[in-house]
């Protein structure tokens, strides 16, 4: 059974940074691309970044770039968020999803808070 | 970026009653690199339909997409009642990456 586990996540002030995590298993992770997705409280989906397999290629929108930082290990079947200088608009729900479109497998979402 | 508009926003229906969902694109999304999902309430956004018109490993085949190009449609044929939620659409062609507003279905 395909699993991601995220972890991570909370309230932090504005201008802080925080790192979320999300752990596969069930799945041979190193062959798949990964995806961060987040959703503001009430909101809809936002596609925040992804990155390729063995982690040489990664995207992001715009509103993230040189903020944001998204890494995988693949010794730990895991991907990263790593998020500087956060905005209160950065508060939302993060899910990480597998694949770079269509997202078929997904995380429980965590919450960030960022506090101004 | 290619800009997703959903409509209608809400639509007000009931158990068994058909429901038709529109996802249109601001420019051709490539290659039918189109999606449909449901989101309930507190929960992860779950991958319905793929590929425009493709049902991904699960999904009942009350639920069916369609369109190219620039017009898409989810239509489900009869509702069940883990059916009321919200429903996205994304395209997979271009970065970024992007969502439709969401199209709300409740209970009539």
């Known amino acids: 059974e395909v699993q991601l586990v995220q972890s991570g996540g909370g309230l932090v002030q504005s201008g802080g940074s925080l790192r979320l995590s999300c752990a596969a298993s069930?799945?041979?992770?190193?062959?798949?691309?990964m995806t961060w997705v987040r959703q503001a409280p009430g909101k809809g989906l936002e596609w925040v970044a992804n990155?390729?397999?063995?982690?040489?290629?990664?995207n992001y929108v715009d509103s993230v770039k040189g903020r944001f930082t998204i890494s995988r290990d693949n010794t730990e079947n895991s991907i990263y968020l790593q998020m500087s200088s956060l905005r209160a608009e950065d508060t939302a729900i993060y899910f990480c999803?597998?694949?770079?479109?269509?997202?078929?497998?997904w995380g429980q979402g965590t919450l960030v808070t960022v506090s101004s | 970026e290619i800009v997703l508009t959903q409509s209608p926003g809400t639509l007000s229906l009931s158990p068994g009653d058909r429901a038709t969902l529109s996802c249109r694109a601001s420019?051709?999304?490539?290659?039918?690199?189109f999606a449909w999902y449901r989101q309930k309430p507190g929960q992860a956004p779950r991958l319905l339909i793929y590929?425009?018109?493709s049902r991904a490993i699960g999904i009942p085949d009350r639920f069916s997409g369609s369109g190219s190009g620039t017009a898409f449609t989810l239509t489900i044929s009869r509702l069940e009642p883990e059916d009321f939620a919200v429903y996205y659409c994304?395209?997979?062609?271009?970065?970024?990456?992007?969502f439709g507003q969401g199209t709300k279905v409740d209970v009539k």
């Open positions: 999803a597998r694949g770079t479109g269509p997202f078929d497998n």
């Open positions: 990155i390729n397999q063995d982690g040489s290629e990664q």
């Open positions: 069930g799945f041979t992770f190193s062959k798949f691309w």
């Open positions: 994304q395209q997979y062609g271009d970065l970024p990456r992007t």
């Open positions: 590929a425009a018109s």
């Open positions: 420019q051709s999304v490539s290659s039918s690199f």
